[in-house]
């Protein structure tokens, strides 16, 4: 089984400043197409997790261009190039190379 | 846009079983594979299972044995049914629709919450 983790569990953002997210799985999650099955969801308090990223750094539609994905492999980052105050929630990784396991989840707050 | 939403009862009976639908509205159950999710305090987002549009299922290894996911196409809806239900698996309950061009679940519903309970 795939074992996904992320780094930090908690992470108080200021509102225009940076932000960024470490995921890894204990398994490689590049398939042999060249693509890493690696995906991003965020949940907003009170909602339905939503896709923000697929394939390791391809934007889902509508998200917004200050969120980026990258890494392959086993290492993967989310960044948030200037965090707004709508960026709150749980940001979740999420391997869909074998079953879909998701990592414990980032708690995204404003300091 | 395709909507999802989730459908069932909101407490169940230990040892009986947990059933729910997902009615998908403004797009065919055609395509894609269908998914659940649950959400409990304790594990966080576990993946459930799915079904695509031709009737065959996958299912998270752990919750195989008491898992049944079906597909009705006439009625463009999807459901789950656990059997054998403990205090466990008491969670919200999330459908969802997997892209997989996208390799990605990119449309969710809002949750049904569920609780285990005599």
């Known amino acids: 089984d795939i074992v996904m983790t992320q780094s930090p569990l908690s992470l108080p953002v200021t509102p225009g400043e940076p932000a960024s997210i470490s995921c890894k799985s204990s398994?490689?999650?590049?398939?042999?197409?060249?693509?890493?099955?690696l995906d991003w969801y965020l949940q907003k308090p009170g909602q339905s997790p939503q896709l923000l990223i697929y394939?390791?750094?391809n934007r889902a539609s509508g998200v917004p261009d200050r969120f980026s994905g990258s890494g392959s492999g086993t290492d993967f980052t989310l960044k948030i190039s200037r965090v707004e105050a709508e960026d709150v929630g749980i940001y979740y990784c999420?391997?869909?190379?074998?079953?879909?396991?998701f990592g414990p989840g980032t708690k995204v707050d404003i300091k | 846009q395709v909507q999802l939403q989730e459908s069932g009862p909101g407490l169940v009976k230990p040892a009986e079983t947990l059933s729910l639908t997902c009615t998908v509205s403004?797009?065919?159950?055609?395509?894609?594979?269908w998914n659940w999710i649950r959400q409990s305090p304790g594990k966080g987002l576990e993946w459930i299972g799915n079904?695509?549009?031709?009737?065959?299922?996958d299912s998270n290894p752990s919750l195989k044995s008491r898992l049944i996911i079906s597909l009705d196409t006439s009625k463009n809806q999807f459901s789950l049914n656990l059997r054998s239900v403990t205090a466990a698996d008491t969670a919200v309950y999330f459908c969802?629709?997997?892209?997989?061009?996208?390799?990605?679940?990119?449309?969710w519903g809002q949750g049904t919450t569920v609780i285990v309970s005599s």
């Open positions: 969802a629709r997997g892209d997989a061009v996208l390799c990605a679940m990119d449309v």
């Open positions: 403004g797009g065919s159950i055609r395509r894609y594979s």
């Open positions: 079904i695509d549009s031709g009737g065959s299922t």
């Open positions: 398994q490689s999650l590049l398939h042999s197409n060249g693509y890493d099955y």
């Open positions: 394939l390791g750094s």
């Open positions: 999420m391997e869909a190379l074998q079953s879909f396991t």
